[in-house]
C-alpha cells in the first residue's frame, strides 16, 4: 500500500461477532479502497471461525494488510473502544463486517475533514437493504425536517437511507460513521460499554456528547455503503425475538435518554418510544395484539427501572468493563 503523507491516515476499524462470507467480502472491498492512506483493524469476537475466514483473516494478518485482534468477550461498543485504542490514524473510521463499498468511500469520508474544520464526525449514507426494499428505492429526501436535530423525537426524523443532500445531523449510524482522533484524545470520549445486547443507540449516546465538544456532525451522501443487515452475527448476538433483546432494547433507549437529555426532552422521546414500539404505530407498524401490546409494555417497564438502576450504579462503577480490562492487561 502505497502511502500519501499528504493526506490523513484513516484508521478503519470492523468490530465482527460471529461473521463469516460477510466479514470476507467486506474486508475485500475495504482492501480495494483508491484512498492511498489507511490501516485495517479488525476486533473480532469470534469464538470459532469457519475454516476459510479463519485462513483468510490469518493471511491478511501475515501481509499486513489487516491489524487482527481476538476477544473472548462480545461487546459492541467495547469492541470499538479497543480498536480506538490501537488506532494509529488522524481519523477513525467505522464500519460494520457485512457492507459494501465502493473504491472511493474512503476518500468520501475524508475530504470532509480537510475541506470543514469545524466537523469532528462524518455520517456517512446508508443504503440498507430493508429499508430500501420498504419504500421500493424511490424515495428521496433533500433536507431533513427541523425535528430530526430534536433530541427528543429526532430518533423519527432522521433518515440517513433516503436522504440526497449533505447537512449537519444529530447523530450517526454506526455501521458507517467517522471521526476525528481528537474526539478520543483530547476529549476523551468513549463509547458506552454498559449499551447491552446489539447495543442500539450506543452511537446516539456517543454522538449527542460529541456535539458537546462544539463540533458538527455533517452528513456525506457521497460517503455511502450498502449495509447487508444480516439476520445473524455482526453485533447481534442475541436473536431480535428473544427476551434479553426486547429487555435491552427499552434498556438502550431510556439509558441515552436519562444521560444525555433535559425532562423534556426525555418524555418526549419516551411517550414516542411507547406509543411506536409498544402501541405499534407507524412507522413501527407492529402488530396491534393486545396481548403483544401488554408483553412490549411488560418490557418497557423494567427496560426503564433496568436503565434506572444502571444510571444510579454510575455513582460507583462507570460500566467501561471491557475498558477497565484492556487498561490492567497493559499495565500488567
Not at 117 to 137: C, H
Request: proline share 5%.
Amino acid at each position: 500500500m502505497t502511502i500519501n503523507m499528504n493526506l490523513p491516515l484513516i484508521s478503519v476499524i470492523i468490530p465482527t461477532y460471529c461473521r463469516e462470507e460477510a466479514l470476507r467480502d467486506s474486508l475485500a472491498d475495504v482492501l480495494k479502497q483508491d484512498y492511498p492512506n489507511y490501516e485495517v483493524l479488525v476486533v473480532d469476537q469470534t469464538p470459532k471461525h469457519q475454516s476459510q475466514t479463519e485462513a483468510y483473516l490469518q493471511e491478511l494478518a501475515e501481509t499486513n494488510k489487516i491489524k487482527w485482534f481476538r476477544l473472548n468477550w462480545a461487546s459492541l461498543p467495547g469492541a470499538r473502544n479497543y480498536g480506538v485504542r490501537r488506532a494509529a490514524g488522524e481519523i477513525i473510521l467505522f464500519i460494520d463486517d457485512d457492507v459494501q463499498l465502493t473504491p472511493g468511500f474512503l476518500a468520501a469520508h475524508a475530504k470532509n475533514y480537510l475541506e470543514k474544520p469545524e466537523v469532528g464526525a462524518v455520517a456517512g449514507r446508508v443504503f440498507d437493504r430493508m429499508k430500501l426494499g420498504d419504500s421500493g428505492g424511490k424515495l428521496q429526501i433533500s433536507y431533513l425536517p427541523p425535528q430530526a436535530m430534536d433530541p427528543g423525537i429526532a430518533w423519527y426524523y432522521i433518515d440517513l437511507v433516503h436522504t440526497i443532500k449533505p447537512q449537519e445531523v444529530l447523530t450517526a449510524r454506526g455501521c458507517n460513521m467517522s471521526f476525528r482522533r481528537e474526539i478520543f484524545t483530547k476529549y476523551g470520549l468513549k463509547f458506552d460499554e454498559r449499551f447491552r445486547g446489539s447495543a442500539v443507540r450506543e452511537e446516539s449516546d456517543f454522538c449527542l456528547r460529541l456535539r458537546q465538544t462544539g463540533y458538527k456532525i455533517w452528513y456525506d451522501p457521497e460517503a455511502d455503503l450498502v449495509h447487508l443487515g444480516e439476520e445473524t452475527g455482526g453485533c447481534h448476538d442475541i436473536s431480535m425475538r428473544s427476551l434479553q433483546y426486547q429487555l435491552t432494547f427499552y434498556h438502550n433507549h431510556f439509558l441515552m435518554g436519562l444521560k444525555n437529555l433535559t425532562t423534556t426532552q426525555a418524555l418526549r422521546l419516551y411517550v414516542r418510544l411507547f406509543d411506536c414500539h409498544v402501541l405499534g404505530h407507524p412507522p413501527c407498524n407492529k402488530s396491534g395484539s393486545p396481548i403483544k401490546i401488554v408483553t412490549r409494555g411488560v418490557f418497557f417497564s423494567l427496560g426503564f427501572l433496568k436503565a434506572l438502576g444502571t444510571v444510579i450504579q454510575s455513582i460507583w462503577n462507570d460500566g467501561q468493563i471491557y475498558t477497565h480490562m484492556d487498561e490492567q492487561v497493559k499495565i500488567i
